[in-house]
T-cell receptor
Framework: GESVGLHLPTLSVQEGDNSIINCAYS??????FIWYKQESGKGPQFIID?????DKRQGQRVTVLLNKTVKHLSLQIAATQPGDSAVYFC????????????FGTGTQLKVEL | DGGITQSPKYLFRKEGQNVTLSCEQN?????MYWYRQDPGQGLRLIYY???????QKGDIAEGYSVSREKKESFPLTVTSAQKNPTAFYLC?????????????FGEGSWLTVV
């Protein structure tokens, strides 16, 4: 079936380095994508989103890149800080799917001092 | 403050009991959702409602029930028919239509069967 998946379950980076979290999706009918950050025991927090008619979108210290040709999504975090340590999920919305989001399994980002 | 409030934060259930998780939002959002999250896994959709007095089953609705009598409230009942209810439950909401695509989450409720 259609699915959203992440390449790496755990990513360790040094404080101050840039982080790149990847996500693969398989549904070509997906028109909207979101990245969420989830800290332990808390609900997911919205980070950044992107529509399928865009290739790149930037926020504060974060950039999302969308490559529709290979169905790949990435989240780049600049100058990673200890507070960035969390699980990061990508989610996709399928056009005509009733506004439901399908989530990947998540990537644990660990920031080393 | 505007937001999504889930209660209780922690709940223990004996086998065979029904329990209800509360979700209230004061964001004036039309759509509300319930997700289940198991340790180390992603979120799976249980039920969703796009308008008052209407709701649809998600991917794992068996053993759960919901109601949507008010716009701001979307309670989830975990029934005794749910054989493995221990999980982290997340309520979410969003505005419908082109103006709102982002789903916002509450802080979650931990349910443990004892």
């Amino acid at each position: 079936g259609e699915s959203v998946g992440l390449h790496l379950p755990t990513l360790s980076v040094q404080e101050g380095d840039n982080s790149i979290i990847n996500c693969a999706y398989s549904n070509s009918a997906s028109d909207y994508f979101i990245w969420y950050k989830q800290e332990s025991g808390k609900g997911p927090q919205f980070i950044i989103d992107i529509r399928s008619n865009m290739d790149k979108r930037q926020g504060q210290r974060v950039t999302v890149l969308l490559n529709k040709t290979v169905k790949h999504l990435s989240l780049q975090i600049a100058a990673t800080q200890p507070g960035d340590s969390a699980v990061y999920f990508c989610a996709e919305r399928v056009t005509g799917g009733g506004n439901k989001l399908t989530f990947g399994t998540g990537t644990q980002l660990k920031v080393e001092l | 403050d505007g937001g999504i409030t889930q209660s209780p934060k922690y709940l223990f259930r004996k086998e065979g009991q029904n329990v209800t998780l509360s979700c209230e939002q004061n964001l004036n959002h039309d759509a509300m959702y319930w997700y289940r999250q198991d340790p180390g896994q992603g979120l799976r959709l249980i039920y969703y409602s796009q308008i008052v007095n209407d709701f649809q089953k998600g991917d794992i609705a068996e053993g759960y029930s919901v109601s949507r009598e008010k716009k701001e409230s979307f309670p989830l009942t975990v029934t005794s028919a749910q054989k493995n209810p221990t999980a982290f439950y997340l309520c979410a909401s969003k505005i419908t239509g082109l103006a709102g695509n982002t789903i916002y989450f509450g802080e979650g409720s931990w349910l443990t069967v004892v």
